[in-house]
């Protein structure tokens, strides 16, 4: 299994531009996540899913754009870039383990990206 | 969501148990206590969690008040790779409530 791939690993990028950061799961996880690090902070929520065709706003969302096609993928777009989105993105897929209410979280490497 | 309230850093030294307190003096009864862990750069790790009764798995354990309004998470015997930011995180158990939010979490530095 190679988990939750994410990529680019690193992509800069200049003001209006546009782009998609890919993330793909391969443990069959019902539910999946982006979420964004600033220098210092926590992790903030973009968007989420709770399945193939569902998706649903987090803490963050304006300036991002989410589908979920397949259980596999759950692609983030940057309609048009603004240097606040400079940060380090992760997705995240996970399940809710039998018998529990519990939603545990596999993390991807990360996508740090900066906008000029 | 309940708040949770962590001391901004601690340090332990190699070997020792190392004891991170965490603070959820508003959860409600259906919400879990979550740790992770972030070590510098990578993606977030789960490492344990619980509900009502204390937990233990191969990374570390879980103890949990009576009352649920606070928790330690225990590092038996911490090592340098320890060394992370730890977050505790708590949150309902149903629907899209299951979402986490992470906040500023402890700094762990191990000593050697």
């Known amino acids: 299994n190679a988990g939750v791939t994410q990529t680019p690993k690193f992509q800069v990028l200049k003001t209006g531009q546009s782009m998609t950061l890919q993330c793909a799961q391969d443990?069959?996880?019902?539910?999946m996540s982006w979420y964004r690090q600033d220098p210092g902070m926590g992790l903030r929520l973009i968007h989420y899913?709770?399945?193939?065709?569902?998706?649903d706003q987090g803490e963050v969302p304006n300036g991002y754009n989410v589908s979920r096609s397949t259980t596999e993928d759950f692609p983030l777009r940057l309609l048009s870039a603004a240097p606040s989105q400079t940060s380090v993105y992760f997705c995240?897929?996970?399940?809710?383990?039998?018998?529990?209410?519990?939603?545990?979280?596999?993390f991807g490497a990360g996508s740090r990206l900066t906008v000029l | 969501d309940a708040k949770t309230t962590q001391p901004t850093s601690m340090d332990c030294a190699e070997g020792r148990a190392a004891n991170l307190p965490c603070n959820h003096s508003?959860?409600?009864?259906?919400?879990?206590v979550y740790w992770y862990r972030q070590i510098h750069s990578q993606g977030p790790q789960y490492i344990i969690h619980?509900?009502?009764n204390n937990e233990t798995n191969e990374m570390a354990s879980l103890i949990i008040t009576e009352d649920r309004k606070s928790s330690t998470l225990i590092l038996p015997h911490a090592t340098l790779r320890d060394t992370a930011v730890y977050y505790c995180?708590?949150?309902?158990?149903?629907?899209?409530?299951?979402?986490?939010?992470f906040g500023s979490g402890t700094q762990l530095t191990v000593l050697p």
């Open positions: 995240a897929s996970s399940y809710v383990p039998r018998g529990s209410g519990a939603n545990v979280l596999t």
């Open positions: 443990m069959n996880h019902e539910y």
């Open positions: 899913s709770v399945g193939a065709g569902i998706t």
């Open positions: 508003t959860i409600s009864g259906n919400e879990y």
């Open positions: 619980g509900l009502k």
């Open positions: 995180i708590v949150r309902a158990s149903r629907g899209s409530a299951r979402q986490l939010t």
